[in-house]
């Protein structure tokens, strides 16, 4: 059975950090790009960013560039988000995704989610 749980999220004052963590079993986890999405009441699932199987190469939405990093540690197949300076609008839920491919930006194309966890900006 594949599982991806993503943890780390909770309530911040705007411009605070959080640091979201998503632990993946059931796959060869190297194998896969991994991706994070979040989603907000009212609106459809939007692309945060994504790194390589290797992790040697990260993309990110233009709205979190500079404030938001991805990593992964393929030996304890995890992938995280540490988000810094977070604003009101970072508020929703943060879901991780793999892909076992390079569309790294639509959500459509990922074969396996996690169920999400919810994150809170407050100003």
């Known amino acids: 059975q594949v599982q991806l749980v993503e943890s780390g999220g909770g309530l911040v004052q705007a411009g605070g950090s959080l640091r979201l963590s998503c632990a993946a079993s059931?796959?060869?986890?190297?194998?896969?790009?991994m991706g994070w999405f979040r989603q907000a009441p009212g609106k459809e699932r939007e692309f945060v960013g994504a790194?390589?199987?290797?992790?040697?190469?990260?993309y990110y939405a233009n709205s979190v560039k500079g404030r938001f990093t991805i990593s992964r540690v393929n030996a304890k197949n995890t992938v995280y988000l540490q988000m810094n300076t977070l604003k009101p609008e970072d508020t929703a839920v943060y879901y991780c995704?793999?892909?076992?491919?390079?569309?790294?930006?639509?959500?459509?194309?990922?074969?396996?989610w996690g169920w999400g966890t919810q994150v809170t900006v407050s100003s």
């Open positions: 790194i390589s199987w290797s992790g040697g190469t990260t």
């Open positions: 995704g793999a892909q076992f491919g390079d569309d790294y930006d639509a959500a459509s194309l990922y074969d396996y």
């Open positions: 059931g796959l060869t986890f190297s194998s896969y790009s």
